[in-house]
């Protein structure tokens, strides 16, 4: 299984980035996914989860109404769209999947990516 994240980046506080994830070596559609981040000397942070088929989310209060989790199945992607970022939102964003969201949100039996790192400057 391969995950694959991309789309961070540098931005500005109150701006915008899209992530994605590419997955492969799995049948997508049978798979939560999620999001985590981690900052230096914390430890990885659950942010969202999406179900199966795209219907049912699941947000951390930190970024409830701010950042949006979606996917396509037909791609094999999932996406964080994360908008009104702040400098508490710098991290390594990690992207995950697992058999369910109690599989993902303990990270026992959790696929993860290598992370892409997005800083927002004051």
């Known amino acids: 299984v391969q995950l694959q994240a991309s789309g961070g980046g540098l931005v500005r506080a109150g701006g915008s980035l899209r992530l994605s994830c590419a997955a492969s070596g799995l049948t997508f559609s049978t798979y939560v996914m999620g999001w985590f981040r981690q900052t230096p000397g914390k430890e990885r942070e659950f942010a969202a989860v999406i179900g199966y088929i795209g219907v049912t989310t699941y947000y951390a ?62």
């Open 61 to 122: 209060d930190s970024v409830k109404g701010r950042f949006t989790i979606s996917r396509d199945n037909a791609k094999n992607t999932v996406y964080l769209q994360m908008n009104s970022l702040n400098t508490e939102d710098t991290a390594v964003y990690y992207c995950a999947a697992a058999s369910s969201s109690r599989q993902l949100r303990s990270g026992v039996g959790t696929y993860w990516g290598q992370g892409t790192l997005v800083t927002v400057s004051s």
